[in-house]
């Protein structure tokens, strides 16, 4: 099971920390992955960290902005989001993979979502 926290009202220019806990099962070795969803629009990918630690956009909108980390001994990943703006709003969604490697649109699990809103 994948539980993301961390979400909540921000003014643009921001800052905030998305976590995501897995239970039940290790994330040690295996890809994980942020995605994000704003109502009415399709789900869009963020940033995937691979079982190895190397990062990959899903997005060039994040690209020095968003920064997506581990820590396997806690099965944890976080995505540190700085400098905010009001098109990053939306339901924030981890997800594992079964393999090693980043490949967007072949997670193999979705955990449930943190509503993060940026307004003044």
């Known amino acids: 099971q994948l539980q993301a926290s961390g979400g909540g009202l921000v003014q643009p220019g921001g800052s905030l920390r998305l976590s995501c806990a897995a239970s039940?099962?290790?994330?040690?070795?295996?890809?994980m992955a942020w995605s994000r969803q704003d109502s009415g629009t399709k789900r869009e990918g963020v940033q995937c960290?691979?079982?190895?630690?190397?990062?990959?956009d899903y997005t060039d909108s994040v690209k020095g902005r968003f920064t997506i980390s581990r820590d396997d001994a806690k099965s944890t990943i976080y995505l540190q989001m700085n400098s905010l703006k009001p098109e990053d709003s939306g339901f924030y969604y981890c997800?594992?993979?079964?393999?090693?490697?980043?490949?967007?649109?072949?997670?193999?699990?979705w955990g449930q979502g943190t509503l993060v809103t940026v307004s003044s």
């Open positions: 997800a594992s993979y079964a393999k090693k490697d980043c490949d967007p649109g072949f997670e193999d699990y």
């Open positions: 039940g099962a290790t994330i040690d070795g295996y890809a």
């Open positions: 960290i691979d079982g190895g630690g190397g990062r990959t």
